[in-house]
């Protein structure tokens, strides 16, 4: 698959001070989440990426188009939801949103249509000829998610898009990236501190601490490999139980207790382990996958800066 | 893609022209400063002059017309030449100044304040653009009420009077297109330089309003405590008054034609150089 972002040896430095360190790496995911705590430089690579931080040294790639000589054509790609309120109050979001769709190039007719349909997308629909400063933080984070997709942009940055929100109206806002990652040929990179949002909506995590690359870590692939870790609680005699999973090709070992931790080889499907413990005379009273949670990911790769999980 | 159907879907139709974006923004801007009435107004006002003028005009060349009037010469009225087009560029300035004291100061300080600038300038739209569609928006109302009238005076002396009096009179084409263009640009960056630089309507329209007013107090003071004449290179309307005089009867009083220019080139890069820092999509805190 063809990397989405190319960074280079990527570094910035703003008023002086170095904020993003020589970062190298390739991502190609359909959603691709910057985590890190405040200051770790996810907005400034965002920035960088849309043209509009100078890089000090190395460069950037989006869609193969470089981030220096290439912006006006790579800024045509994309669609941005920035971090902070930005509008223009004075207009309503149709007003709004049309204006960002026809700098976009869309001709007006095209422009009012999409964004009518942007508006409703993001369900707006019955306020968008409401003035934009009569809006709620919940309309406004919606409004602003609205005007990076009139244009239908084949890569969406989202900085910190459930900021400010009450639990439903997060909800909804995670429902809505979910459908537009699902949607064919757009492409996600979501900027947040809130491990809950990229973990229910990114299938990659680049994690930032003081604007070098803390870890990469590729979400799916990680779920699918927790789920062949498994942690059992039993009650009888587990020799013989320890035995048959051997003998099936689990590597297993036990914990303090009397609990066992096992992991299942390619094509064992769970149930195969309450056959087993039936024929051996083996209660299993607990039975858990192990969930390396993004936040122990995350916390990991706080700790531990050597880029390995 | 009916409404109702809630799906995105990627944009494949045509777009327009990238050389010709930047007027996207001057088509907004004059649904907002048109839906004023009293800007409209006063609007229709500043045609007002040139209207008058073209009346003078047309009554120098009709005699029924004088003669109903009860004026028995031509020479009885204020003479078509220099002076009288130097007069109606100098009151359309003044009155385009007026026009961008009402719409400049809000062109980009609301975008600033609004935190808009990222939006504008993550699309395919440079500043350079933003800024071309923003003068734009002043550019043209300007022309519409100094450079189009003006010419439209000229036109109509020249037809009426003939061909002799246009080959006479040419410094007077050069005065009230050279000059318009001049004028417009230097308070069209003027206005956006303070309105970048402010954040705030109310403190650029003041900032705009001392520029004229209080470098005129100024220069007066300037000159009155020093008994001196090189004061009036600090007051903008004394600068306008000294160029006009230069271009349209090639004498004028006051400092040294070329001085004046030098400042009125001067506060245009100064604006220049405030745009250049002030208009960014992100402001970088040291």
Redesign the interface.
């Known amino acids: 698959m063809n990397p989405i972002i190319e960074l280079d040896s990527l570094s910035v430095d ?3 001070r170095p904020i993003l360190k020589g970062l190298e790496l390739a991502l190609s995911g359909r959603s691709i989440g910057l985590l890190g705590p405040n200051g770790a430089g996810k907005t400034t690579l965002i ?1 960088t990426l ?1 043209g ?2 100078a890089a000090k040294t190395g460069t950037a790639r989006v869609f193969g188009l470089d981030i220096r000589r290439e912006t ?2 790579l ?2 790609l ?3 939801m ?1 971090e ?7 207009m309503n979001a149709v ?1 709004f949103v049309r ?2 769709a ?6 007006p007719r ?1 422009a009012l249509e ?1 964004t ?2 942007a508006l ?2 993001v369900g707006l ?1 019955e306020a968008r000829y409401r003035v934009l400063k009569s809006y709620s933080q919940g309309m406004k984070q919606r409004v602003k998610l609205a ?1 990076a ?1 009139v ?4 890569l969406l940055f989202l900085d910190e898009p459930t900021n400010g929100l009450d639990p439903p109206s997060r909800q909804r806002m995670i429902e809505l990236i979910h ?2 990652k699902e ?1 064919e ?2 492409h996600i990179v979501l900027s947040s501190h809130l491990l809950g949002d990229v973990e229910e909506t990114c299938d990659e995590v680049l994690v930032l601490r003081d604007g070098e690359l803390a870890t990469y870590c590729n979400l799916e692939e990680e779920r699918r490999s927790n789920k062949r870790f498994i942690e059992l609680e039993t009650r009888g005699s587990n020799g013989a139980f320890l035995d048959a999973l051997n003998t099936l090709g689990c590597e297993c070992a036990v914990l303090k207790g009397g609990k066992l931790k096992t992991v299942l080889p390619e094509g064992v499907e769970v149930r195969k382990l309450f056959e087993i413990a039936g024929q051996q005379q083996v209660q299993i009273r607990r039975l858990d996958f192990k969930r390396d949670s993004l936040q122990d990911i995350f916390l990991k790769a706080m700790g531990d800066h050597n880029g390995s999980l | ?1 009916a ?2 159907d ?11 022209p ?1 050389r010709w ?1 930047f007027l ?1 923004i001057p088509r ?1 801007a004059y649904k ?1 400063v048109f839906a004023s009435r009293i800007f409209l107004g006063f609007y229709l006002l500043c045609f007002l002059p040139p209207i008058v003028g073209s009346l003078m005009i047309y009554l120098h060349h009709n005699l029924e017309a004088l003669q109903i009037m009860g004026i028995s010469s031509a020479a009885d009225l204020i003479e078509i030449g220099p002076r009288f087009f130097e007069w109606f560029t100098w009151c359309q300035s003044i009155l385009l100044y007026l026009v961008v004291l009402i719409v400049g100061p809000s062109l980009i300080s ?2 600033l ?4 600038l ?9 500043r350079p653009e933003y800024l071309l569609g923003k003068f734009t928006v002043l550019g043209l109302l300007g022309a519409s009420i100094t450079l189009i009238p003006l010419s439209l005076m000229y036109l109509l002396q020249s037809s009426l009077e003939g061909g002799t009096w246009l080959a006479n009179n040419l410094a007077i084409l050069v005065g009230i297109t050279l000059w318009p263009i001049v004028w417009i640009a230097l308070t069209g960056l003027m206005a956006l330089a303070f309105s970048a630089w402010m954040r705030w309507r109310p403190v650029a329209t003041g900032l705009l309003v001392a520029v004229y007013l209080v470098s005129w107090g100024l220069s007066s003071i300037v000159n009155l405590l020093f008994h001196t004449r090189v004061g009036d290179l600090l007051g903008l309307p004394k600068l306008v008054v000294s160029i006009l005089s230069n271009i349209f009867r090639g004498g004028g009083e006051g400092p040294h034609v070329i001085f004046s220019w030098i400042v009125l080139l001067l506060i245009a890069l100064a604006c220049l150089l405030l745009l250049r820092s002030k208009v ?3 402001e ?3």
Do not use: C, W
Not at chain 1, 102 to 107: A, H, N, Q, V
Not at chain 1, 151 to 154: A, C, D, S
Not at chain 2, 6 to 15: A, F, Q, V
């Open positions: 703003l008023a002086g920035h849309l509009f931080h006006r054509k800024r045509s994309v669609g941005y920035p902070k309120d930005s509008f223009i109050a004075g007003r204006l960002m026809e700098l976009s190039g869309l001709p095209a999409r009518h349909e409703h997308y629909g005007q997709l244009h239908g942009p084949r459908e537009i949607t040929g757009i | 893609m409404v109702y809630r799906h995105y879907r990627p944009y494949d139709g045509t777009l327009l990238e974006r996207v907004y907002d609301t975008d304040a609004d935190n808009a990222p939006l504008y300038l993550a699309r395919p739209f440079s960014k999509a992100y970088v805190i040291r």
